[in-house]
């Protein structure tokens, strides 16, 4: 048909997200950006009332316009935010112009009343609020504001105790306000059971890495410390360390990188197990943790 392998692999996540769910439930497809300023005022609105409709077979689905150009393209998505009721396949209604809770609600109650919409199995309301709360907190621990993110991780956990990504929100947040104390009695009061989970484990990565803090002296003088002896691996690692504890992430895995570059057998592979952690405690998905990835492997395999 002409599609480039983007535009196929946009096509089966659209159907696997949005058409599929859609041939039962109706949809509420949000076109937002990250940039746009009335996409980040409705979309609380929109988390909010597809949760208390859940139960009624509402459920919230998010096109990124600038990572989905496609599909954005094929809706002729003019502005944002640009929001659609989709059922079977298809949209049935432009809910744009609804932007505060009570006209989406009488939207949704009117197109509840004609169309044949499967309500929500036990327990889907809870869910869906467990995973919208837990996508509100990251975007809000993302912009900076570690104090509120910690808060909704704190309902996430109490409304669902065996959530691992409430849990590693949780310590991720704390780490970030340094309650370092807080967030190891987090993960020391942890199931067993999450101990394991992937997310929990980059959590913990986070908290052992905050462990190391230095003031901005001790990072002057081991940073002068590398720059006088680049071919010593010690003053280079130590820097690294005090670098990332001081939130210079660029710079210690600049040094990292050097030093596996160097001599990546050094002290049994610590500068690349160190960046490894450091992956680990930033998140696999992170843009940063996939270019400086990159820049690993082209160490590592030229």
């Not at 020391?188 to 059971?193: H, I």
Request: aromatic share 6%; proline share 4%; charged share 25%.
């Amino acid at each position: 048909m002409g599609l480039n392998i983007d535009e196929q692999k946009a096509i089966e996540r659209f159907k696997r997200d949005i058409v599929e769910p859609s041939m039962t439930k109706l949809v509420v497809l949000d076109f937002w950006a990250e940039w746009c300023g009335p996409c980040k005022a409705l979309t609380p609105i929109l988390e909010k009332v597809t949760a208390e409709y859940a139960d009624k077979g509402v459920i919230l689905a998010k096109v990124n316009v600038d990572e989905d150009q496609f599909i954005a393209s094929q809706f002729q998505v003019k502005s944002i935010p640009t929001v659609y009721a989709m059922f079977q396949g298809q949209p049935v209604a432009d809910l744009t112009a609804a932007r505060t809770e009570t006209q989406l609600k009488q939207v949704l109650d009117q197109l509840l009343e004609k169309l044949p919409v499967e309500a929500g199995a036990p327990g889907e309301k809870q869910q869906q609020d467990v995973t919208q709360f837990i996508t509100m907190a990251e975007q809000v621990l993302a912009e900076g504001d570690a104090e509120r993110a910690a808060g909704v991780f704190g309902q996430i956990t109490e409304m669902a105790p065996d959530n691992a990504a409430g849990h590693a929100g949780l310590i991720r947040a704390l780490v970030a306000l340094g309650e370092t104390q807080e967030a190891q009695g987090v993960l020391d009061g942890l199931d067993p059971a999450l101990k394991d989970d992937p997310l929990i484990q980059a959590a913990a990565s986070a908290l052992e890495l905050a462990g190391t803090t230095v003031d901005e002296g001790e990072l002057q003088a081991l940073r002068a410390a590398a720059a006088e002896r680049p071919a010593d691996m010690d003053a280079q690692f130590a820097f690294a360390e005090a670098a990332y504890a001081a939130k210079s992430r660029d710079e210690a895995a600049d040094t990292l990188l050097a030093m596996i570059e160097a001599d990546r057998e050094w002290n049994e592979g610590a500068a690349k197990a160190k960046l490894l952690q450091i992956f680990e405690a930033v998140g696999l998905e992170d843009p940063w943790v996939v270019a400086t990835r990159r820049r690993l492997s082209k160490i590592l395999f030229g």
